[in-house]
């Protein structure tokens, strides 16, 4: 009897598993679905989590249908008519929910599931472009688009950005309320309006792999889990709407930045600057996915746009085998191409360091010390750490050691601070 039940535990553990591997990528999709019919993400969120209960309860014994998916959406549409008619809410309502769900039976043929990965990804795509509506602040977009579209729970978005986690779910829920109180039309922008909402979006994804990429604050030098989320749901974005270069643009940039991500640090978890990486580490695989992204945006007609500049930069670096084969008069004239599309006196930083590699040091002193009389970056500790750099090149050593002292003042990152107090301790 014993080796009975340890077996039943073994099935139901490894069923269990199945249908978290199963939630983890139809939750958004479930959401989606349920949040067109209902008109109300709130409520949406709510059916589809009682549609997982269902799956957990039914699929033990029955086992893991065909279609999981669709037995999801199945089981969030009964949910759904429950709510409605234990509230007597409109007739209308629940005859459209009865005939959705006689059209969309678990159990249908090919083409029936073609028709309905289709309606999936026109709801998946309102359900991004809702979850990062510029109605809602900055970010309130990245909490909740990590919830609705990345599937990660309070508690997992809180740990990410070393929040506490009511604070992160009063962030989510004032989200939903203002998107509900905005009467926010849950449909994908059409017209002149679609390329500012497709830049709200990728701006999301972007600061979203941004703090996975190199952390604010905390232990911590990266946070990989973040970089793989946004990078996940620009794979999404990518496939939902091909024709947007910009979209493949950034979802490049990532992958050829992530590649990099086990040669930038070292066993201890401290920062290795890029020209001492070991590129033997680097992902190759990614490499070569992050370039095709960048000649389909190109392709595209997306050479201009910001993300697809900074990719262009970024395979700069991934096509180097050696950090001395890097073309930094390329990527230095990038820079100033993107600092024209859009300015900003941090990508004018970037340059700056661009041009210490490719011209030396004392052409980027210059460039650096007018940026330092910048109101923008007087805060920023990059600054003093790029300068403490150059400094340190041209042997101004005592300079360069307050210039580093100044950057370890200024970050919240324990890493970071590490590091650049052991730089300016080496300058000394």
Same mark, same amino acid.
């Given at each position: =009897? ?19 591997a ?9 959401i ?9 993400? !709130?409520l ?10 269902? %799956? ?5 014994? @029955? ?6 998916g669709?037995?999801?959406?199945q ?13 007597? =809410? ?15 039976r ?5 083409? #029936? ?11 998946? /795509? ?7 509506h510029?109605v809602?602040?900055?970010? !309130? ?12 729970t309070?508690?997992e978005?809180? +740990? ?10 009063? $962030?989510?829920v004032?989200?939903k309320?203002t ?5 926010v039309?849950f449909?994908?922008? +059409? ?6 909402r ?9 600061? #979203?792999?941004?703090?996975?990429y190199?952390?604010?604050?905390g ?9 793989e989320? @946004? ?6 974005l ?5 024709e ?5 643009? /950034?979802l490049a ?14 066993? %201890? ?17 990614? #490499? ?14 997306g050479?201009?746009?910001p993300?697809?500049?900074q %990719? ?7 096509r180097a +085998? ?8 390329? #990527? @230095?004239?990038?820079?100033?191409? /993107? ?15 661009a041009?210490?590699m @490719? ?13 330092? %009389? ?5 805060n ?5 750490g ?9 042997? $101004? ?12 003042e ?19």
């Open positions: =009897m014993a080796g009975l039940g340890d077996g039943t535990t073994k099935g139901r553990q490894e069923t269990d598993g199945a249908i978290a199963v939630w983890r990528v139809e939750q958004a999709r479930v989606a679905g349920l949040a067109r019919m209902v008109r109300d993400i !709130s949406a969120e709510e059916l589809a989590q009682e549609a997982l209960m269902a %799956a957990l309860k039914n699929w033990p014994d @029955a086992g893991v249908p065909r279609n999981p669709a037995w999801l959406m089981a969030g549409k009964r949910k759904a008519i429950d709510y409605f008619r234990h509230r007597k =809410m409109a007739a209308g309502k629940l005859e459209m929910l009865g005939r959705e769900m006689e059209d969309q678990p159990d249908a043929e090919t083409a #029936i599931h073609e028709q309905l990965d289709d309606e999936v990804g026109d709801d998946l /795509l309102r359900l991004i472009f809702t979850s990062c510029p809602l602040p900055p970010e !309130s977009r990245v909490a909740l688009t990590l919830r609705l579209i990345g599937g990660l309070t508690e978005i809180a +740990r990410a950005f070393l929040a506490n986690d009511t604070t992160i779910g009063q $962030r989510i004032r989200a309320r998107i509900a109180e905005a009467g039309p449909e994908v922008p +059409r017209g002149a309006e679609r390329e500012e497709v830049a709200s979006v990728l701006g999301v994804l972007y600061l #979203i792999f941004n703090e996975g190199s952390a604010t604050a232990e911590d030098w990266m946070r990989p889990q973040l970089c989320e @946004a990078m996940r749901m620009g794979r999404i990518a496939a939902l709407i091909p947007e270069p910009e979209v493949h643009g /950034l940039l990532m992958e050829l930045q992530h590649a990099r991500a086990r040669a930038r640090t070292d066993m %201890a978890g401290d920062p290795v600057l890029l020209p001492d990486q070991n590129r033997a580490l680097w992902d190759q695989m990614m #490499i070569r996915r992050g370039l095709d992204g960048l000649t389909k945006a190109q392709r595209l007609g050479i201009a746009g993300y697809t500049l %990719a262009a930069i970024a395979a700069c670096h991934g +085998r050696k950090a001395e084969e890097t073309d930094w008069r390329q #990527i @230095a004239a990038l820079y100033g191409l /993107l600092n024209q599309v859009t300015p900003s006196p941090v990508i004018e930083l970037n340059r700056a360091v041009v210490s @490719a011209e030396g040091p004392a052409a980027a002193l210059p460039l650096v010390d007018v940026l330092k %009389a910048s109101p923008a970056l007087e920023y500790h990059l600054l003093y790029v300068r403490g750099d150059i400094l340190r090149k041209l042997g $101004r050593h005592s300079e360069a050691n307050l210039e580093f002292r100044r950057a370890a200024l970050t919240r990152n324990a890493r970071e601070k590490a590091f650049l107090e052991g730089r300016a301790e080496e300058a000394t």
